[in-house]
Structure formats: C-alpha cells, structure tokens
C-alpha cells in the first residue's frame, strides 16, 4: 500500500514473524516502510527499533559472509541478509519463522550447538610428511575438487533442510554440511587418514538418499550432493561392498591409509538438569 502524497509515495509491505520460546509462541503480524534494496533482515531490524525491541534475531556481518541470519522465509531456509524484499510479491504476506531442525530458544533464535558438537567429533586433518625440499606437491585439479566444499559458511541452512536431521536421526546423521567436510579430509591428496569406517558407521552416510534439498538452499552455490556426497558413497561402497575391488586390493597389495578414530569429546560443562535450548520444535 501507499502511504503519504502521490509525490513522496512509500511502499510498505506486511509481515508475520514468529514470536516465543521453546514453550510455544505464535505468528504475530507487523507492517513496515519499505525501500529499494531492502533484505528481510532490515525489515526485521525496523520492527526491533520501532514496534518490537525485545524481538530476539541472530546476525553479524549483513553480508552473507557470517551465516547467522539463517532463518525460514515462506517456509524456505534462507539467509536473511540476502534475501530481497521485492523477490516477493507486493502485498504478498512475508512469513519469517526460526530453522525448524534445531530446538528453539527465543523468537527466530535457535539453538545449533549440535552442529558443533559433531564437528569436534571428526578426526581432523593429518598430512603426510613434508617433501625432501620441504615442501608439499599436490596436482591442482585435486585442489580444484575440494576447493568448492571450503566456500561453506556454516549457516547450517543445508542441516535445517535436510529431512533426516527433521525427523528421524539427529544424533546419528552427521548432516550434509558434515559430509562435506568428510569429503574435504578423504579428497584432499595430502590426508593420511581412512576416515570412510567412520563415515559408514558413525556419521550415517547411509540414510541420506540424494534428494538434493540441501544443494538447493546452499547461499554459496554449492554442489553438496553431486560433488561431495555421492562421490563419498561411491568411496565408502568401494571399500566395504564391492567384493571385486576387495579382491583386487587384496592381490595388488595396495597400500592403505590407518583407519581413523572418532575423536573423545571432552564433558558436556553445562548442567545436566538445564536443556540447552529448550524443547525439540521437530
């Protein structure tokens, strides 16, 4: 709608922003002056200075870098930062609502620490010995490969997509931005690591079935399913269900890289009888 004189005219646009905490909340509508170039998260940041300061919303950098704007718009996970206002149409109904993977701790603020602890769960980087020189000599196409899993900025927007963290396994499916980084450490020509037993057995590459919903939300573009997770399928079933290649390593003598370990996580310090971030919104 338009508001004031025909020659100062100003658009406004409406929105409906989730408002609770892990004990429920609800939709609460807001309406605000828009302007060219204007993301979501501006939007959000009007109604924190003008109708709403004690609405809770995570972000830093408000330029796609830092990942923490992540949230559910129209029910798709996007970056708020980078998500226009005029990519929707006007007078169509914006709804903004926290990732619903992750438990709930206030408004569109949840709680991801699950992320970080399964990423301490990964043996981490381990390259063989330097050169004679001094030096490490790699093929760049083997650098080209991995070099597009590193663009990842941990927005987790892939975690909050993904079906089988929503609602089956959790706890025993490290994720697609994990695999991806799985990937990274078995396709880097410098690892010394066999990291595929963990793969198979800890971190659940089995349940994922490719359906490509975290490639499509990716902010960086990433081909997390096509580059990264099925080439670590094919790596893993190579190794543990292809009785021909066994036979043939078995006969060539190949050499194998030491199985990796899972990592020990060092004690939860947080108290045992105060959840982390609420209930499980799943």
């Known amino acids: 709608m338009d508001n004031g004189n025909a020659g100062t005219a100003s658009k406004t646009a409406k929105l ?8 429920g909340g609800k939709l609460e509508p807001y309406e605000v002056e828009t302007y060219p170039g204007m993301v979501v998260l501006d939007a959000i940041h009007d109604i924190q200075a003008k109708q709403e ?11 796609g870098r830092c990942g923490s704007c992540s949230a559910e718009i129209n029910g798709k996970p996007r970056l708020m930062c980078m998500t226009r206002m005029s990519h929707y149409a006007e007078g169509e109904p914006i709804t903004v609502t926290p990732m619903r993977a992750f438990p709930i701790i206030r408004d569109l603020v949840t709680d991801v620490s699950h ?65 991806i980084q799985l990937a990274t450490l078995d396709m880097h020509p410098l690892d010394t690591l066999d990291r595929r037993e963990l793969v198979k057995d800890e971190f659940g590459i089995g349940y994922c079935n490719i359906t490509r919903c975290c490639t499509e939300v990716c902010p960086e573009g990433i081909r997390i399913t096509d580059n990264g997770i099925i080439p670590l399928k094919e790596r893993v079933a190579d190794q543990y269900f292809d009785p021909i290649r066994w036979i043939a390593s078995k006969v060539s003598g190949e050499e194998k890289k030491p199985k990796a370990k899972l990592r020990v996580l060092p004690p939860d310090p947080r108290p045992t009888d105060v959840p982390a971030g609420g209930k499980d919104r799943r």
Not at 16 to 22: N, S, T, Y
């Open 16 to 23: 409906r922003v989730f408002r609770g905490d892990a004990s």
């Open 53 to 63: 300061p004690t609405m809770a919303v995570r972000w830093n950098c408000k330029a």
């Open 115 to 179: 992320n970080f602890e399964m990423a301490k769960k990964i043996p981490p980087f381990t390259p063989r010995p330097r050169d004679a020189d001094g030096t490490w000599r790699m093929k760049q196409e083997d650098i080209d490969r991995i070099q597009e899993f590193r663009k990842c900025i941990e927005c987790f927007l892939c975690q909050d997509v993904c079906h089988v963290i929503r609602d089956h396994r959790k706890d025993t499916f490290a994720g697609p931005r994990f695999l």
